[in-house]
């Protein structure tokens, strides 16, 4: 029953990923209450599923021609060794302080989906094109941090942040694919060396995560996009919630 409950969830994530580009992030829970892998082998399981998702999810931009390299290879280049770093810190911290991250984390992504941040507070995108590069750089290195450190793909932080900074909402979201494929196997790479990653398990996983993908982009024009965003922030709050006050009776007891 946990194996078909698991499979729906890949599906179903997958399916709101190519409509929505969030959802990835509910993945880990599942996971862990699913299998025997714990928190710190199911981030780690997850986040080299969303490398392959993400892969599907580049090409399809690249294919409709609004994936700008220019605006990528630096998020990119900020997110290979920081991705790293974080699966070793992740490594460190107990299960405890990581669901007490994980659920914080959820909690922001889905408030912000719920009260989308106005874009342009920081006008990083009218700065010189050096500067932008710079910016860009050191989001991808803090985000790619977090994703090492948490199991999240990436997109999640990436994306508001870069529309804060005043880049378009259609860029922020293409750039975020290539990103995640970089964050994700940087973390990976970590996560295989210390052994967090249950290869069995991702590569069932995957696939399933990928059919949902095509599904969602197929139909991305046909739904109702923002209710299903809204559908998705509020999962992200509850089940952010429920994570902390989890977190916080596991300390009491």
Known sequence: MSTVILAITCLVVGF???CTSIGGILLIPVLAACTDLGVHGAMG????SFGFTAMLGTALHWRHGVLDWRYAIPLCLGAIPCGYAGAFVKE?????????????????AGT??????????LNIAGKPFRLQQI?????GGGVGFIAGLTG?????????LMIIAGFSPLLSVAVAQPFQVAAALSGSVGNFLLGTIDLVTALWITPVQLIGVAMGVAL???????????????MCVGTGCYLLIRAFMSSMS
């Open 220 to 234: 991305a024009n046909k739904l109702n996009t923002a209710a299903l965003k809204r559908l998705v922030a509020l």
């Open 45 to 48: 399981t997850a986040l080299f």
């Open 135 to 139: 910016a860009l750089f050191l989001l």
């Open 92 to 108: 460190i911290l107990g299960a405890g302080p990581l669901n007490v991250i994980f659920a914080i984390l959820i909690i922001i």
């Open 112 to 121: 912000n989906t719920l009260f989308p941040v106005r874009s342009g507070r």
């Open 16 to 18: 709101l990923c190519g």
């Open 152 to 160: 999240a793909g990436g997109p999640v932080l990436s994306v508001p």
